[in-house]
């Protein structure tokens, strides 16, 4: 299986929202509503931010929000905040039973 | 409180077999609906899934890398153990266990809440 798509890098500035694209197919993304996104600053643990495409775990800002269509997946990050700025990683459910991850992206805060 | 730490070799050689070792607190890997996982990141490069076990032994391995993973567990332990066999210098990573919980939520969605710190593994002769 390959790793899902996502943009190398995006950008913004603080305060405004972002919003990061996960394409795969209709064998993961898009056949099941099992998404997850991934905060993850480098040297430490990744962290939890969006699953099952939408949802929020306790204690993850409402800044944070997910959503999919077809077989592409978004997080969207409103009010944009300098420690925002890292890598985030998107995941889903697969027909092999098994998931996958993104590429990865890099977001920086101007 | 969850908690996981990775442990195991810093510097394996080629051909050699990984032996990686997840010990946990703060649950119990034979409660029900309850799983544990291991990812990647060699440097530079992206997350990999690798393999995750479930409470009732359902065992998930990485279709690109089945033949050479082995997850298993031991409760009385707190642990799970991954060990990848022919090990080659592109399996260079950090190794990273994770918990995953899928009580509120269908096993499938496979989400990873409480990660370790990691554990960086370079393989060199």
């Known amino acids: 299986q390959s790793a899902l798509t996502q943009p190398a890098s995006v950008s913004g500035s603080p305060g405004q929202s972002i919003t990061i694209s996960c394409t795969g197919t209709s064998s993961d993304v898009g056949g099941y509503n099992y998404v997850s996104w991934y905060q993850h600053h480098p040297g430490k643990a990744p962290k939890l931010m969006i699953y099952d495409v939408s949802k929020r775990p306790s204690g993850v800002s409402n800044r944070f929000s997910g959503s999919k269509s077809g077989n592409t997946a978004s997080l969207t990050i409103s009010g944009l905040q300098a420690e925002d700025e890292t890598d985030y990683y998107c995941s889903s459910y697969t027909s092999t039973t098994t998931w996958v991850f993104g590429g990865g992206t890099k977001l920086t805060v101007l | 409180q969850i908690t996981l730490k990775e442990s195991g070799p810093t510097l394996v050689k080629p051909t050699q077999t990984l032996t990686l070792t997840c010990t946990f607190s703060?649950?119990?890997?034979?409660?029900?609906?309850?799983?544990v996982g291991w990812i990647r990141q060699p440097p530079g490069k992206a997350l990999e899934w690798l393999a995750l076990?479930?409470?009732?032994?359902?065992?998930r391995y990485s279709p690109s890398l089945k033949s050479r993973l082995t997850i298993t567990k031991d409760t009385s332990k707190n642990q799970v153990v991954l060990t990848m066999t022919n090990m080659d210098p592109v399996d260079t990573a950090t190794y990273f266990c994770a918990h995953t919980d899928c009580s509120s939520t269908s096993c499938r969605s496979g989400y990873l809440d409480y990660w370790g710190q990691g554990t960086l593994v370079t393989v060199s002769s």
């Open positions: 703060g649950f119990s890997i034979s409660t029900s609906e309850v799983g």
């Open positions: 076990i479930f409470w009732n032994d359902d065992k």
